[in-house]
């Protein structure tokens, strides 16, 4: 709290000297935070050896802060290859459930994805407060992947584009369409802000068929970008898409 890196790094290790060998939870929490202060000041060689001590256990003492973290001084090296292994990492964290989920079709397919037994009884009566403490987590963890996503694809690869396409491709791989659409409607931004409007159309145009609120951000854009090519019929077509997946859309 008082911002004393330093002094703060230094009572963390002679903690680690005083814990025995056998109470191995403790002694990962207290190395975790000796990163996390190298990370506040900077000094990401020594956050990335005290964060990589982690992954050496198989990833169960890293969360998603943590290995965001991991994934900035990756970057912060400009260390490609090991920008990728991260958010690999990152995706792999073994938490609640990160997908947005319908709770009904869920629990009726067994359970929310991630939840122990307990906690999908829980849901199955009706607790209130777990449901919201579930989506809470995945709200989270689906913030952490989005930034970790959008700020290595332009690096990790040839091009931007590849980059891009990596990251989706991994984002599909793992379970996690809805980000990796998100990541599509990225692609498309990168194209807009290029002037490549045939190839962003080309991206938007596969979301025709998305869920509403996706739909609804891709017709918006290509609502504008045939208006600003004189399509004006295509235009008005993606402007009443876009109302119609959402109606306090500016059109």
């Given at each position: 709290k008082q911002e004393k890196w330093t002094a703060a790094i230094k009572m963390y290790r002679m903690a680690l000297d005083q814990i025995p060998n056998n109470v191995q939870a403790i002694k990962?929490?207290?190395?975790?935070?000796?990163?996390?202060?190298?990370?506040?000041?900077?000094?990401?060689?020594?956050?990335?050896?005290?964060?990589?001590?982690?992954l050496m256990q198989e990833g169960q003492y890293l969360d998603f802060v943590t290995g965001f973290n991991l994934i900035l001084c990756y970057y912060g090296r400009g260390d490609k290859d090991r920008?990728?292994?991260?958010?690999?990492?990152?995706?792999?964290?073994?938490?609640?459930?990160?997908?947005?989920?319908?709770?009904?079709?869920?629990?009726?397919?067994?359970?929310?994805?991630?939840?122990?037994?307990?906690?999908?009884?829980?849901?199955?009566?009706?607790?209130?407060?777990?449901?919201?403490d579930v989506k809470r987590r995945q709200r989270e963890a689906a913030r952490f992947i989005v930034s970790a996503a959008n700020l290595i694809a332009p690096e990790i690869d040839t091009s931007p584009v590849a980059g891009y396409d990596w990251v989706v491709d991994s984002l599909n791989h793992h379970g996690f369409p809805r980000i990796a659409s998100e990541l599509e409607i990225a692609k498309a931004s990168y194209f807009l802000r290029r002037k490549e409007f045939d190839q962003a159309i080309t991206v938007l145009r596969k979301f025709e068929k998305k869920e509403p609120s996706l739909m609804a951000c891709a017709a918006t854009n290509l609502s504008f970008l045939y208006f600003l090519e004189a399509e004006h019929a295509n235009a008005e077509k993606y402007a009443e898409i876009a109302v119609k997946a959402d109606r306090y859309n500016a059109r």
């Open positions: 990962f929490k207290i190395m975790r935070n000796i990163g996390h202060a190298f990370f506040k000041m900077h000094q990401f060689t020594d956050a990335i050896d005290s964060y990589e001590n982690l920008m990728k292994s991260g958010f690999l990492k990152l995706l792999n964290i073994d938490q609640v459930g990160l997908e947005d989920f319908d709770d009904e079709e869920e629990l009726d397919a067994g359970g929310l994805p991630g939840a122990s037994e307990k906690e999908n009884r829980a849901a199955l009566d009706g607790d209130d407060a777990l449901r919201e």
